[in-house]
């Protein structure tokens, strides 16, 4: 099952975490993939409301 994880932020673009981590998770060969999400300030409440339910749909760790 693949994890997913990930940063938010806006701007997001910017991010080398995305290559910073998918690079280990490359380099060990684990079953996830790390991204970027942009998120605007004025969505920012909405979506850390609806984090939990997509988390636990979509095995997403976002921080």
Do not use: Q
């Not at 605007?40 to 979506?47: H, I, S, Y």
């Amino acid at each position: 099952m693949n994890k997913t994880a990930g940063v938010m932020g806006f701007p997001i673009s910017h991010s080398l975490s995305p290559r910073l981590h998918g690079y280990w998770i490359k380099k060990y060969g684990l079953d996830a993939s790390y991204k970027a999400r942009e998120v605007k300030p004025e969505d920012l409440e909405k979506t850390l409301r609806d984090l939990p339910k997509k988390c636990a749909s979509d095995n997403e760790i976002f921080r």
